[in-house]
């Protein structure tokens, strides 16, 4: 059995920050991942994240080979295209490659030590505490069995560890395909330049991404990441729904496909714990990524860091599990409360047909005010409530459900303000189901 002190399942964005963060404090931390050590860094995504991502977690600019360009702000547009919401904000188009290649530098560089080729197949457990991984060599065919004093779950959206554990109230091991948005997505090289290469665009449509939504990202002036995804469980294949209604698009007339591809991303509110039996889940395999955007990259590389920093803390001390309990207040703090009243807004938004969300954005029943509300981690305001009544006297079922949401999305957040230790975590995780239950039978139909 081979010792380490922390080991990283999982080489992408979450386990790379928690890699590089784990190892500013100790020198024996060890990262396994399935790929090979090439393919690490690959992964089929949007390729799009906000640049404040990277002031937040105090990673510099990324170089020019992993930005492919920048955008100046995103565009959401309902489902006839007419009506348009604009939140201004630097972004990146990354070269998701060479990003994921640049963070797997900067965790080697801190003394990460990898396996690659070695896909963990379950955690070890011993007195209700994971001390180590068995793995396989996916070369030699090997099982191989590493142990440690913390792992950190980073194996996306499966969560090889995650899935493994025995029962903890709030881990959700399995998620219902509910929570997750399928995605298909291609690159393609255009004939003909894109009109505004900084703007990212997302088109809201029930009928062409029931329950997601479909994206255009240029990168550059010729080159664009165009995608779809929707929620799962619905019986959609997003790969048909792209060739139905997106191939044809005029500006993909004589375009070469450079990419293709499909993925998963869980789309529902973090773990109500991100800490189980010792170990710590970061990115898709806790669910950070934000629920209505699938936006993974940013919150993941908070939550890896957030991890390896903890993890890192606990070696030393005499009660580790307190320690460990840490990254759940720090991670509510930095994204997980934004995160869970964003799910009570997308089971809302997952509700409206095309018909209510042409309605809602010509009426302006949600404002561009409130999309950048929403996107800092604040609240609806449902401020100017009697001008929105006014405007929404022909859908006042729209309005009675926007109104529950903003109430709602308020409620979650002094629930996720008062996170408990974790002597008081059972009662509380339970007060965060009744609130989403309450919320989705009010604003579900029968
Ligand atoms: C189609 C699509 C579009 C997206 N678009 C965007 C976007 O535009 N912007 C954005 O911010 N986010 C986007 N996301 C989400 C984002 O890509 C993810 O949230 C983010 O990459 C999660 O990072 P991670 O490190 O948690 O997981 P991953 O990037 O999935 O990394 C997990 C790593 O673990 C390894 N692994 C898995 N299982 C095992 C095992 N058993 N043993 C060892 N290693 C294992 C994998 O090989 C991989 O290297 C998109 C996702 C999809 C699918």
Redesign the pocket.
Known sequence: MQKHDIII?????????AGMASAEHSSKVLM????DFK????????????AH?FKNVKLKTPPNNVVRSKFNAIVVCSPSGKHVYKVEGEGYA?N?YEF?RWLLDQALDKGVELKPN????SPIIEKDRVVG?R?LNNKTGEVQSFSCKVVID?????G?IRRALPEFPGLVKEPEWADF?I???EIRKLRNSVNDPGLAKIYVDARIAPGGYW?F?PQGEDLV?I?I?VQGGRGNDPKNLFRENLSNLPILKDSEVIDA??????TRRSLHSIVAFGAIF?????F???PI????????MI??KIAGNVAAQSLNEEDPKKTLWKANKEYVKAYGMKAASLEIFKIFLQELSNDDLEFGMEKKLITEADLTRLSNGKNLSIKEKAVRIIRGLRRPSVLMHLAATASYMRKVKKLYENYPDEEGYEDWSKSVYDLFSDFKRKIKPN
């Open positions: 399942v999982g080489a992408g964005t979450a386990g790379c920050l396994l991942d399935c790929k393919e690490i860094g690959k992964k089929v995504c949007g390729d799009a994240i906000g991502h990354l998701r994921g070695t896909k963990v197949t991984v793995a980073a194996s996306g959206w499966t090889a948005d995605c298909y997505r994206w990202f990441n995608g995804g591809g499909g993925g998963v991303v869980p970061a990115g898709d395999s806790g950070t990524a934000n955007s699938g936006g993974g990259i940013g919150p993941s939550a890896g």
